[in-house]
């Protein structure tokens, strides 16, 4: 699989493109910064899949340059608003193309059982904690949002609150509470290195960049 990375000087563009040596049947050909006028000139090979680290301003140029190339866009970054979110959707009509706010196998797995349980605890008051290193800039990351999202879906609440902390150089931290009277349950996962998002984009590309076009969901993929 011949790679591509957006964000590539970013803090996890540099741990993505040491995890990709670790895999045989994977290739890092080249980088492109629409910002630094890096446009993939340079890239000769066959782009299989983009992997985007980097910033929303980016996605008009990302769409485009994947759907020229006819490659696979896994999407890493956050932040993005309604309608940029319906253009990654719509540009699955001609390309694979997933938008994914986490790549660790182990919140995908917990986004699962979120939202097996939720239903049942739904009278329960429901509240999350999100812990990340003092440099993120995110008010609230884009992890929590999508867990929030998955639990109003359902439960039918219009809000779930997100108590957020930011200290020291923790990598990542996400616990969901469930308060019912006299008895709580909090399930937690806890990121102790960069690597496992730098993994975890990995192996997905693995699976997207065989797909045939479509907006894929993250989940589906674990």
Known sequence: MNVVICGINGAMGKVLQE????????????????????????ITEKVDVVIDFSKPGNLDFLLE???NKKCALLICTTGFKEDEKNK?????????VMLSSNTSLGI??????IKN????????DINMVERYHNKKKAVISGTSSTMAQDIMEATDRDHVE????REGTIPGEHIVIYSGVDEVLEIKHTAFSKRIFARGAIDLALKLYKKEPGFYLTEDFF
């Open 88 to 96: 990654i959707k719509e540009a699955g009509s001609s390309i694979p």
């Open 162 to 165: 997100t108590h957020v902390i």
């Open 65 to 67: 340059y994947a759907t």
């Open 117 to 124: 349980i939720s239903p049942e605890l739904k009278d329960f």
């Open 108 to 113: 995908n797995v917990l986004r699962k059982i």
């Open 19 to 42: 995890e990709i040596k670790l895999y045989e049947n994977v290739n890092l050909i080249g980088s492109i910064s629409p910002y630094k006028g890096d446009y993939g000139q340079n």
